[in-house]
C-alpha cells in the first residue's frame, strides 16, 4: 500500500530528464530492494533514490541529496512511535543504538547505519557492496537497510545523512 502523501510526494519530485521509476510490489523487503539494485547496475544508472512508500519529502530531496556528493546519504526521518527517535543509529558494543535527538548535528555528518526510508545511494556503491556477494540479505537482529550498511562499510564505503532535509513518516493510527 502506498500512502496518498507519499504519492502526492513522488509526483511532485524534482528530478533530471530520463529518470526511471522503478517499483517492485511484494512483502518481502531485501528481495525487492536487490532488483532494483540490480536494475540499476544492470542498466548503467548513476544513482538509486530508496524512497519507502510510507515516507513524505520536499521536491528537492533528490537534488539536495545528490549535492552532497557522497556514495550513500540519508536524509533524516523519525521512527513511528513515540519516543520520536531519529532512524539513524551508531555501533556500539550493544549492537546498533539510535542517535539521539541531541546529538543530531546541524548539517551532515557521517554515521554507522540510517534507516532506508529515503537514502540515495550511488550505483557505483551498490557495486562493491554486491562483490561481497550479497546486498540486504539481512543478518540475525538487523533490518535489511543496517545489513547493507554494514557490508557498505566493510566495502570501505562511508554511511551519511544530511539532517537539513528532513522526511516525514506517515502512519495510520485508529482510535476508539
Not at 42 to 71: C, E, H, I, N, R
Not at 116 to 137: D, N, P
Request: charged share 25%; net charge negative; aromatic share 10%.
Amino acid at each position: 500500500m502506498m500512502h496518498t502523501r507519499s504519492v502526492t510526494s513522488l509526483v511532485g519530485l524534482d528530478k533530471p530528464e530520463n529518470t526511471e521509476f522503478a517499483f517492485v510490489i511484494g512483502s518481502v523487503i531485501q528481495q525487492a530492494r536487490d532488483a532494483i539494485a540490480n536494475h540499476a547496475i544492470d542498466k548503467g544508472f548513476d544513482y538509486v533514490l530508496w524512497l519507502d512508500s510510507d515516507m513524505t519529502y520536499a521536491p528537492s530531496t533528490l537534488w539536495d541529496l545528490m549535492f552532497q556528493g557522497k556514495d550513500i546519504v540519508s536524509a533524516i526521518s523519525y521512527k513511528k512511535q513515540f519516543p520520536l527517535t531519529p532512524i539513524v543509529y551508531e555501533e556500539t558494543d550493544g549492537g546498533f543504538q539510535p542517535v539521539p535527538n541531541e546529538m543530531i548535528p546541524k548539517e551532515i555528518f557521517r554515521t554507522d547505519a540510517v534507516g532506508f526510508g529515503c537514502v540515495l545511494t550511488k550505483t557505483s556503491a551498490l557495486k562493491k557492496v554486491r562483490e561481497s556477494g550479497e546486498m540486504f540479505s539481512p543478518y540475525t537482529r538487523t533490518g535489511e537497510d543496517i545489513s547493507f550498511c554494514m557490508r557498505a562499510k566493510k566495502a570501505g564505503l562511508e554511511i551519511w545523512c544530511d539532517p537539513n532535509v528532513k522526511c516525514g513518516h506517515l502512519t495510520a493510527i485508529e482510535v476508539k
